[in-house]
């Protein structure tokens, strides 16, 4: 599920006005195996199905080198990655992210730092480490690696700490699209179900369909950052 009116993946990197599904396997019923690389894509062309860019089938020996200059290039338009499926899909995919997008994760998980897992955030740091070791990088590549780096968990942890002190409430910010109101409330009832304290917006109504912002808010870290403040140690 692609496009920003959605709380899965709001990310508009493929001109989706609203929402859309776009297929990255087919996988046959009750087995769970998934079906090799070109029947797959013969079944999405014939159905007219949306699915992920393919780029390209590459051999073995060049592709540590074609992924790397891919990677480079999705990282400068601020994309995620890539997915590493052999083609009869019988090996186990491998994925393979931007050092954009590990900095993105990041701004993300530290602005919430108390709700997001540590493993998630490790991780992410981890791969960053990696990276500039494969990539044999130079002085210049690896100051600018750990500035990106530092930015990207200092910036958004220093905004958190500051607007709770100034009295403001965290909350991350999604958006769905419906054309019936009573889908909207069931999911507000889903996410309570969930335990999540979410507020749902007025609905706006967008052409024939209604479109809510709902506001999820990040308790554990609010309740965190405002303990310390008040003179609770870390």
């Known amino acids: 599920m692609i496009g920003p009116d959605n709380p899965y ?5 493929y001109g989706i006005e609203s929402v859309e599904f776009y297929i990255f396997d087919i996988r046959e019923k009750n087995s769970g195996k998934p079906i090799p690389i070109n029947r797959k894509q013969e079944i999405l062309e014939k159905y007219g199905f949306f699915q992920v ?7 073995l020996e060049t592709a540590a080198k074609e992924i790397g200059k891919i990677i480079r290039e999705l990282g400068e338009k601020e994309h995620e990655g890539v997915v590493i499926k052999d083609p009869e ?18 701004r ?9 897992g540590r493993d998630y955030m490790l991780s992410r740091i981890v791969r960053e480490g990696f990276q500039t070791v494969e990539w044999k990088e130079n002085k210049a590549e690896f100051e600018k690696r750990c ?18 002190k100034n009295g403001q409430r965290l909350y991350e910010e999604a958006k769905i699209r419906v054309k019936d109101l009573k889908t909207a409330a069931e999911f507000e009832d889903y996410l309570k179900r969930l335990g999540i304290d979410a507020i749902f917006e007025e609905p706006q109504l967008v052409g024939e369909e209604y479109l809510v912002i709902i506001k999820k808010i990040n308790k554990s870290t609010n309740d965190k950052t405002q303990a310390i403040w008040q003179g609770e140690t870390w």
């Open 9 to 13: 993946v709001p990310k508009d990197i």
């Open 53 to 59: 860019k393919f780029f390209k089938e590459i051999p």
């Open 89 to 106: 899909m019988v090996l186990s995919p491998l994925k393979y992210t931007s050092s954009q997008s590990n900095c993105s994760d990041l």
């Open 108 to 116: 993300h998980a530290f602005k919430f730092y108390n709700e997001t």
């Open 147 to 164: 500035m990106q780096l530092g930015k990207s968990i200092l910036g958004p942890l220093s905004e958190s700490i500051l607007s709770v």
